[in-house]
C-alpha cells in the first residue's frame, strides 16, 4: 500500500490537482475514453482530477490519465454530411499511391510513402 500513498494527493497540494490511484477515484470522474463511450465529451472544461500509476516500461516512470467531471460534460456533436465526406476523402487519399494513382483496399504505408509494387519494382518482376 506503500505505492499508493505516493499517489494520494486528494486536495490537490503535491500535483496541483486532486490525485488518486489507479482505479480509486471517486464516482463522478471520468476519463475522455469513458465520456465517449456514454456519449459525452468534455465540453472545454479544465481537468478536474487524475489518476496515477507507475509505470514499468522503457521509459520507467509514472503514468498518469486526466479526469473530467462527468455532470458538467456535455453530449458528443453529431456528424454531418459534410463530416463523413471530409472522412471518405481522407481515406481515399490514404488508399491511393501517389506515385501510379492506383487504389488499394489497404491504407499505402506513410513509411515507404507509395505502394508496395513501386517502391520495390525489381522484386515483383516474374523470374
Do not use: N
Not at 471520468?30 to 507507475?54: D, E, H, I, N, S
Not at 516500461?57 to 453530449?75: E, I, N, S, T
Request: proline share 9%; with cysteine; net charge positive.
Amino acid at each position: 500500500m506503500a505505492v499508493y500513498g505516493k499517489c494520494f494527493d486528494p486536495s490537490g497540494v503535491r500535483f496541483g490537482v486532486p490525485t488518486y490511484p489507479w482505479r480509486f477515484a471517486p464516482d463522478g470522474y471520468a476519463t475522455r475514453r469513458q465520456l465517449r463511450v456514454a456519449g459525452l465529451r468534455p465540453g472545454g472544461q479544465p481537468v478536474a482530477a487524475q489518476v496515477m500509476r507507475r509505470h514499468r516500461g522503457r521509459k520507467a516512470g509514472v503514468q498518469v490519465a486526466y479526469l473530467y467531471r462527468v455532470d458538467q460534460a456535455m453530449p458528443v456533436r453529431p456528424m454531418t454530411s459534410r463530416k463523413w465526406g471530409a472522412l471518405a476523402l481522407a481515406m481515399l487519399a490514404r488508399r491511393t499511391c501517389p506515385t501510379c494513382q492506383v487504389t488499394y483496399s489497404y491504407c499505402v504505408p506513410t513509411s515507404l510513402g507509395m505502394c508496395l509494387l513501386c517502391a520495390y519494382p525489381e522484386e515483383q518482376r516474374a523470374i
